[in-house]
């Protein structure tokens, strides 16, 4: 009977009928709905717990996970693709946009002359109403000075640029960092929860053009590279 059970939340999981964040119906009301014992539907939760489908919430019930999203480590990818190709629905919203010049402390993120005139950009990423994506990114008005007329309240500046702006070389550094108070506040999580930051340099031609840092909730992103012997001699 626990299969059967198990089979059937799987299938309203998977087929979509229950979205990420939906409540499964409580023990007492699958026991009563199977005609079988709480500990035979315990039994099926804990194995969707194990696989990564369901998570139990105290005091609360259990609900469906929102799925574990992978991005390639060699690619400059769009968060709203992202998003959408795990079958969530995205969002995005606009926090903070200023011109300003560049500062002593921006020099480990973009390398430019103090003189240089940055657009400095904080926005949010959503998948199906929860954070996502904290994302801080500089912007080389020199570089791209279209950049400074677009308001950016409507669409991220991250699938603005890969839509205009060419690039020829990019970085990318990979850290592992506890949820300081501003990232912890926008990703609805704890100050010190474990998170994954994706930082990003962009250069067209020599020039640089963007520096993004992406902060993701740890226990909801993970990294895949893949690569091949390198020629021997």
Same mark, same amino acid.
């Given at each position: 009977m626990h299969q059967r059970i198990l089979s059937d939340v799987e299938g309203h999981i998977l087929s979509g009928d229950w979205p990420p964040g939906h409540r499964i119906p409580f023990e007492h009301e699958l026991t009563e709905q199977y005609g079988c014992s709480r500990m035979t539907v315990n039994k099926a939760l804990t194995?969707?717990?194990?696989?990564?489908?369901?998570?139990?919430?105290?005091?609360?019930?259990?609900?469906?996970?929102?799925?574990?999203?992978q991005s390639a480590v060699m690619e400059i990818h769009d968060v709203k693709l992202e998003v959408q190709s795990r079958g969530l629905e995205y969002?995005?919203?606009l926090d903070e946009r200023h011109v300003r010049k560049a500062g002593a402390d921006d020099s480990g993120r973009i390398d430019l002359p103090s003189s240089?005139?940055?657009?400095?950009?904080?926005?949010?990423?959503?998948?199906? =109403?929860?954070?996502?994506?904290?994302?801080? $990114? #500089?912007?080389?008005?020199?570089?791209?000075? *279209?950049?400074? +007329? !677009?308001?950016?309240?409507?669409?991220?500046?991250?699938?603005?640029?890969?839509?205009k702006v060419p690039w020829s070389t990019a970085e990318h550094r990979i850290r592992a960092v506890a949820a300081s108070r501003q990232a912890a506040q926008a990703l609805g999580v704890a100050v010190g929860s474990p998170c994954l930051v994706i930082e990003r340099r962009t250069w067209s =031609?020599?020039?640089?053009?963007?520096?993004? $840092? #992406?902060?993701?909730?740890?226990?909801?992103? *993970?990294?895949? +590279? !893949?690569?091949a012997p390198s020629a021997i001699g």
């Open positions: 194995e969707l717990v194990k696989k990564g489908l369901i998570e139990r919430r105290r005091k609360s019930g259990s609900y469906v996970t929102f799925p574990h999203v969002d995005y919203r240089a005139r940055l657009l400095e950009i904080t926005c949010r990423h959503l998948a199906s =109403g929860r954070p996502f994506c904290l994302e801080e $990114r #500089l912007i080389n008005l020199s570089a791209v000075p *279209e950049a400074e +007329a !677009e308001s950016f309240e409507a669409v991220a500046p991250g699938s603005w640029l890969l839509g =031609g020599g020039a640089p053009v963007t520096s993004v $840092r #992406l902060t993701y909730p740890g226990d909801r992103h *993970e990294l895949v +590279a !893949e690569f």
